[in-house]
C-alpha cells in the first residue's frame, strides 16, 4: 500500500480522523464515499489527502441516501466494505435504507458518522440528535466512540478499525457497521477565528459553573409560570420557533428582544437585529445578567457563547422536549414566566434604548454601504441625466446576498408563507432583515438540508387549501434545491401549490467558506469535499419536472420577478458570486 504522510496537525480530531482511514486502507478498504459536513469535516479531509497519495479512492457524493446505495454497490462487486462518512444529524439518518439493504443482503459496510461530543448531547445544541442506536439491529457492530484527545486516542483506532473489518466481513453473517465518532473544536488543523457562521455551536470541555440563584425570578403561586421582576440587566432570546409570547414579554419587561428570522417573535419596538454584533461587544453582551429563552436558538455562536458565561442567569421557557436548551448546563426551566408589573428607572429605559437604538445604526450603515447614493433630481437637464444614469446603474446592480434577502422579504406580505433552507442564505436574512409580522418557516429542528423541497410543498397545499390566497417563497441554496431534486416530481391530478423556489447558486456549498477550515485546508481538498461545486443546468431541471423557469442576474430583474404573479411551481435562479 503507498504511505501517505501523516498530516501535521493542532486538532486532535484531524490525527484521529487520519490514523483511523489509514487504518483501514491498511486492512484492505480500497473505497470512501465522503458527503460535505461540518463536523465530518477531518474525516473528509483526511479522506482527500489518502486518495491523493493513492492509498484511498474517494468518490463525493451530495445526498447521503445516494452515498450510502453507492457504498452498497462498492461492496457488493469487491466484496470489501467501503466506508460511507457523514456529518451529524439527519445526514446519518439518510443512510438508514442502505443500511438495512445492506443488512437483509449481506453485504459488508461501514458507516463513519461524526457526531457531537458528550457535554453537547442532551442540551439540544444544533445538528444534534440520538446518533447511537440509530440502526437498531441493522448493524453488526455499533460503537459510540469518545472524542480524541491526544496521542493515545490515535494509536487506539487501529484496533477499532480491525474490529469493525472483522465484523463486516464475518463470513457467517456479513453486512454493515455503524461507527458513531465524536469530535470536538477544532475540527480540523487551523486556529479559530473569532467570527463566521457555523452549523455548529463551539465545544466545552466541561459544564460551566451554574451562576448565583436569581433574585429577580420567584415562583408563581397561582401558576407553574415563574415571575421575571426588573432589576438584571435583561435580554429575551427567541429562537426557532419561540412564537409571539417572546414578543409580548420583551415587550411587558422592556428587555432587547434578540429574534431568529424564524422564531415567530421577530417584529415590534423591542427587536434587535444586529443581536450577533452586540452580543459580541463587551458594552452590551458583556453586561448582560439574564437571559430568557424562547424556542430553539440555531442561527449563531454569540447565543450559547453568551448562556455559558459565569454570572449569566439563564431561563429556558417551555422546553418542547424530554431535553432543553442549555449550553451552559445551568438553565432553570420553566413552563411558562410572565412580568411582573413594575414602572421602568431610568437605567432600564438606557438598557432597552441603547439596544434597540445601536442596533438601528449598524443597520443603517450597512444598508448605506451597500447602495448608490442617489442624485437630487433638479430642474436641468444635466441634473436629470446623472439621476437617469444613477437609476439605470442601481437598476443593473449585480445581486448579492444582502440584497437577495432583503429583496425576498419585503415581497412577501401577511398572507403568504416564507421558508428557508438550511443553508447560508438563512444567516445572511437573519443578520439583515428587520422586523416583520409575517410567517417564516425552516426545518431547524436539526438543521438538514435535506427534505426542504418537499416540506415547501407541503406547506404550499395546507397554507392554499380551499382557495386560500397567498404564495410560498422559499429562499435557499443550490445544494439544498439538488439534494431534494426528487421532490419537484408533481404527479398527474395532484395539487400544484404556488410556490416559489428562489435559489441563491453560487455554485456549491459556500457556507464552508466561514469556517476555520477554509483558511487552513488545501484548497483543492476543501473544494472537492466541502464546498463540493456542481454546475447542475437548473433550467433543464425545471423542465424535466414541469416547473416554469426563470432568472434574474441584476436588481431590476430580481424586482421584476419577485413581483411578477405566481401560478404554480415556479424555480427563480439567482447567480451568485461565490
Known sequence: MPEAPAPVSESPASDAAFALLESFARLGVLDVVVCPGSR?????????????AGVLRLHVRLDERGAGFLALGLGIETGVPALVVTTSGTAVANLHPAV????????????LSADRPVELRGIRANQTTVQPGMFGGAVRLEADVDAPVGAGDVAAVSSLAARAIAAATDASNPGPVHLNLQYREPLSSGAPRSEGATTHAPAVDAPAPAPAPDAAVVPDAASDALVLSQGPRTVIIAGHGAGEQAEAVARAGGWPLLAELSSGARFGPQLVVSYRELL??????????????????????EVPALLRREGVATIVVNPTAAEGYDPGHSAVFAPAVRVEAHEQTTDERRWIGRWVATSRALRDAAIEAGTDSLVPLGSGVDARREFLKVELAAVKKAIDRRMLVEALWS????HDRLMFGASRLIRDADRAVPGKRIRVHSNRGLAGIDGTVSTALGIAVASQAGGAPGVTRVLLGDLTLLHDAGSLLIGTGEVRPRVLLVVGNDGGGTIFDTLEVAASAPRDAFDRVLYTPQSADLSALAAAYGWEYRRAENQGRLTDALTAPVTGPTILEVPLPR
Open 40 to 52: 465530518s469535516q477531518a474525516l473528509a479531509l483526511a479522506a482527500a489527502a489518502l486518495a491523493d
Open 100 to 111: 438495512l439493504e445492506a443488512h437483509h443482503s449481506r453485504v459488508p459496510l461501514v458507516v
Open 280 to 301: 459580541a461587544d463587551e458594552d452590551f453582551g458583556g453586561r448582560v445578567e439574564r437571559a430568557v429563552v424562547f424556542g430553539h436558538p440555531t442561527l449563531s455562536r
Open 411 to 414: 415581497a412577501t406580505w401577511p
